[in-house]
């Protein structure tokens, strides 16, 4: 089994669209979980961290779900600067290595 | 805003042939860190290093991988003997532990080895 799961997507959707992720993990022991974004060829960049009471930062609102081992991330009113490649992320046992999954795409258009 | 740099940004070598890859990390983090990323595929980790020593390291990261912190602000990446599928990109992070459990990592823009 995958330490982290993402849909590949691709996800396309019009301005203003409202989007959701999904995300599930196999490690019951992981404390950290983030989104970060890629653009094609760029680096990871953080997103968010995402705690367990759910957090909003602007549009985006994570959410976890521990006793389902699942993390979403929702993206309302869609700007075409949002497309990229969503990467859902957790934390190792030791704590220092971050287990990446391989990312949902994202295609906003006009 | 601060950032973590790193050199160069493209790096084409012949198989057998040893690299160093370098990076400043943020001046204040404590943790540092490098991943790769092979074309199409996902992140991995690589290793980690705190204190001048390496704190957790994955499988990829054999006896040809090597990791230095030579003088205050640069972070290295030494890989002895470079074989055709070390082409990726190789990215450095860097983080300060903020509490116990979480480690927001900020990885800088990443070196794309090739190695023919």
């Known amino acids: 089994r995958k330490e982290v799961e993402q849909d590949p997507g691709p996800f396309n959707v019009p301005e203003g669209a409202t989007v959701a992720f999904n995300c599930t993990y196999s490690n019951s022991a992981s404390q950290s979980f983030f989104w970060y974004r890629q653009d094609c060829r760029k680096e990871p960049k953080l997103l968010m961290s995402v705690y367990s009471s759910g957090n909003e930062d602007g549009r985006f609102t994570a959410q976890l779900n521990r006793a389902s081992q699942y993390i979403s991330l929702l993206i309302r009113d869609s700007k075409l600067s949002d497309s990229a490649t969503y990467l859902c992320?957790?934390?190792?046992?030791?704590?220092?290595?971050?287990?990446f999954g391989k990312g949902t795409s994202l295609l906003v258009t006009p | 805003e601060p950032e973590v740099t790193q050199t160069p940004s493209h790096q084409v070598t012949q198989m057998g042939q040893e690299v160093i890859l370098r990076c400043v990390p943020i001046?204040?983090?404590?943790?540092f860190y490098w991943y790769r990323q092979i074309l199409g595929q996902k992140v991995e980790f690589l290793v980690s290093f705190y204190n001048n020593e390496i704190s957790e390291k994955s499988e990829i990261f054999d006896d040809q991988f090597s990791v230095e912190r030579p003088d205050g602000s640069n972070f290295t990446l030494k890989i002895r003997s470079t074989k055709l599928e070390d082409s990726a990109m190789y990215f450095c992070?860097?983080?300060?532990?903020?509490?116990?459990?979480?480690?927001?990592?900020?990885f800088g823009p990443g070196t794309r080895l090739t190695v023919l």
């Open positions: 001046s204040n983090h404590l943790y």
């Open positions: 992070a860097s983080s300060v532990p903020a509490g116990a459990s979480y480690n927001e990592q900020f």
């Open positions: 992320v957790v934390n190792s046992n030791s704590g220092y290595a971050l287990n």
